[in-house]
């Protein structure tokens, strides 16, 4: 098939029902656009709640264009794998964790407030949380998020969030003249996590 577009959001494995069942979308993005989900959550040490991985740079495209400098963040995060192997396609890690991040893969660890990086099974730094993939030949358009939390009715309005995804989608769906639109100065809030955000990790500091 040619054209379309597609905007994927995943929440990490263990806030979501997916457990050891098959993702037909996880799959097909894995085995067709080389874009991988990591099983992890994104421990970000410099946020002040580590499991909200706030962004630190965006790579230059026209999703990110008027975001430099701006604050977007995600929590709960999961990181992606970047190995494009489509013919004709390139991909663009936009959204770069701090280096000192990590993809914890001990979820157990998570729950008992016990985490730290552990070279042999995590993923280190900096991680990517955000990709955008094209192929011309097939007019075809993707961004794929290692988070949905952000875009919520809690995070849309603060900070870039909002502006994040609304670049993205004008973006999918070839309307770039939509991103101009964007405003320069997006609304700002205090950044309040709801209980059941993180459910899982209540509590959780490092």
């Not at 101009?180 to 990790?201: D, V």
């Amino acid at each position: 098939a040619t054209g379309g577009a597609l905007i994927a959001m995943q929440e990490p494995l263990p806030l979501t029902n997916f457990g050891t069942s098959p993702d037909p979308l996880a799959d097909y993005l894995s085995n067709t656009w080389g874009i991988t989900y990591n099983n992890d959550i994104v421990i970000d040490p410099d946020s002040n709640q580590p499991i909200v991985a706030v962004a630190n740079s965006y790579s230059p495209h026209l999703i990110t264009e008027k975001l430099q400098g701006l604050v977007s963040f995600y929590p709960t995060a999961r990181s992606l794998a970047v190995s494009t192997n489509s013919s004709g396609a390139y991909a663009t890690p936009l959204v770069i964790t701090i280096d000192r991040a990590w993809g914890e893969t001990d979820f157990d660890a998570l729950q008992n407030n016990q985490v730290s990086y552990d070279q042999s099974l995590d993923f280190p730094g900096p991680l990517t949380l955000v990709v955008a993939i094209e192929d011309p030949v097939r007019k075809s358009r993707l961004v794929v998020f290692g988070d949905s939390d952000f875009a919520s009715d809690s995070f849309y309005g603060q900070y870039a969030n909002g502006d994040m995804l609304i670049n993205a989608i004008d973006w999918a769906a070839q309307q770039e003249n939509l991103i101009h639109l964007t405003a320069k100065e997006p609304i700002t809030r205090t950044l309040n996590m709801p209980s059941n955000t993180a459910q899982l990790l209540i509590g959780f500091m490092l």
